[in-house]
């Protein structure tokens, strides 16, 4: 049969399944209730909408760190034991400028939290979602506010005496250390300056882009596997072999 008959089948097939089987899950599922939509429907986004009212200080915030937070963050946030470092790695200059220098600085070994974050209410909305992490979900909507709060202050975000609410949280935002770390450029392959979003889908004996691959000196082959046995094994982009050979 050639393709395009194959084609035609399957389209047929699919415009006479619902006739056929009319009837047939019946009584099976139910359309969710406001209750249940409300649960998951928590997203909070960078111009704050999704933010509930509420409100939290940093005094409060250090009292709900310590009793559920810092077993796993550090008191400081900043104990790389269990999770990668929360807080560290930015400076007043950052604060000012809202670009994190030392996420270019080579001598710069750990990239904090806060190093990369460039919206606070990407910070909110995970402790909202997520933490604790033997509890997520658990905290109320002022306890978020109360531990988001805290962390700024170790940053030097906000002050001591900071209260963080729905009312303020558009001034802190103002004073991300990286607010200004984002970029709407992508991860694309560009072809003639423009992105290459017109590739042709290619499942077996597809030719390979040599032009992509980065090549490694070979004093590093072997230090972190043979990449070209690591990459997916179709399409353009392949990894180059880095194994180590006799």
Not at 56 to 81: L, M, N
Request: glycine fraction near 8%; aromatic fraction near 6%.
């Amino acid at each position: 049969m050639s393709r395009s008959r194959k084609l035609l089948a399957v389209l047929i097939a699919l415009v006479l399944w619902p006739a056929a089987h009319a009837g047939r899950f019946d009584g099976i599922g139910r359309v969710a209730t406001p209750s249940e939509i409300a649960a998951w429907d928590t997203d909070v986004r960078p111009d704050f909408q999704g933010l509930p009212p509420g409100a939290g200080s940093v005094a409060q915030g250090e009292k709900i760190w310590v009793a559920r937070c810092a077993s796993c963050h550090g008191e400081f946030a900043e104990s790389p034991a269990v999770f990668p470092p929360l807080i560290g790695g930015t400076t007043r200059a950052d604060i000012e400028q809202g670009r994190v220098a030392g996420l270019s600085a080579a001598s710069e070994n750990s990239k904090t939290t806060m190093m990369k974050l460039s919206t606070v209410s990407t910070l909110w909305d995970y402790i909202h979602r997520a933490m604790p992490f033997d509890a997520p979900k658990s905290l109320k909507v002022d306890d978020v506010y109360a531990v988001t709060a805290f962390l700024l202050n170790l940053a030097d975000i906000v002050p001591a005496d900071f209260t963080l609410s729905d009312k303020t949280i558009a001034g802190v935002q103002a004073r991300m250390p990286n607010r200004r770390g984002n970029t709407t450029e992508h991860g694309m392959l560009r072809v003639d300056g423009k992105p290459d979003v017109l590739s042709k889908a290619c499942m077996s004996d597809c030719p390979v882009n040599f032009g992509s691959m980065v090549v490694l000196p070979s004093t590093v082959n072997g230090l972190n596997g043979n990449l070209a046995e690591q990459n997916r094994p179709y399409g353009a982009i392949r990894g180059i072999d880095t194994g180590r050979h006799p």
